[in-house]
């Protein structure tokens, strides 16, 4: 049982320049969160999903494209990467409580992305 | 709108001494609250949460915190502090639209 995976671990982009982030989690949660944590700013929510096939805006979503086409999986995409962007991202994924979410988010271990 | 406040960025103690971080919240109904940790380079772990009924709250690594509603607080406290506990600490609220609302965070320092 992995847990929280994030892929990959590091990277350097150039301004202008675009990738995906990749979350998955094997313990069959619905819910699933996309944050930034930046120094002084503790952790700010860019996108989630309460579902396969949702997604919803978080505090920060500008400059941030998601999708989760399959319950264990949910990516975040950045089309044209700016030096603000640089941050270290978390996924987070929490299970529910019949029809409402438990709240209790599982989180792992993060990306730090550099942008030049 | 709901919110968490930690009012000490960061906090030093000796090893061995006891240890209270703060966390207060602003949420209408009854909340949902949590006290992750994180090590330096390591993603957030779950210490404890409060859902309901016994306002005192016991978790991993011999944390406790307690929920007080008239205070709107739920602090975190640990008897004796070791130097593995250094790390940054982050209080969080369940709020609406299966969200919750993390603090800015304490740092906490361990001296020798």
């Known amino acids: 049982n992995a847990g929280v995976t994030q892929t990959p671990k590091f990277r350097v982009l150039k301004t202008g320049q675009s990738m995906t982030l990749l979350c998955a989690q094997d313990?069959?949660?619905?819910?699933m969160y996309w944050y930034r944590q930046d120094p002084g700013m503790g952790l700010r929510l860019i996108h989630y999903s309460v579902g396969e096939g949702t997604t919803a805006k978080g505090e920060v979503p500008d400059g941030y494209n998601v999708s989760r086409l399959k319950k264990q999986n949910f990516l975040l995409g950045l089309e044209s990467a700016a030096p603000s962007q640089t941050s270290v991202y978390f996924c987070?994924?929490?299970?529910?409580?019949?029809?409402?979410?438990?709240?209790?988010?599982?989180f792992g271990p993060g990306t730090r992305l550099t942008v030049t | 709108a709901q919110s968490v406040t930690q009012p000490d960025i960061h906090i030093t103690v000796s090893e061995g001494a006891s240890l209270e971080l703060r966390c207060n919240y602003s949420y209408g109904a009854t909340p949902y609250l949590f006290w992750y940790v994180q090590s330096p380079g390591q993603g957030l772990q779950l210490l404890l949460k409060y859902f309901s009924g016994d306002t005192l709250v016991q978790g991993i690594k011999g944390f406790e915190a307690e929920f007080k509603r008239s205070q709107s607080s739920f602090n975190l406290r640990k008897p004796s502090v070791h130097w593995s506990d250094a790390a940054e600490y982050f209080c969080a609220v369940g709020a609406t639209d299966d969200k919750i609302i993390f603090g800015k965070g304490t740092r906490l320092h361990i001296l020798p």
């Open positions: 313990m069959n949660h619905e819910y």
């Open positions: 987070a994924s929490s299970y529910s409580l019949g029809l409402i979410s438990s709240y209790e988010q599982y």
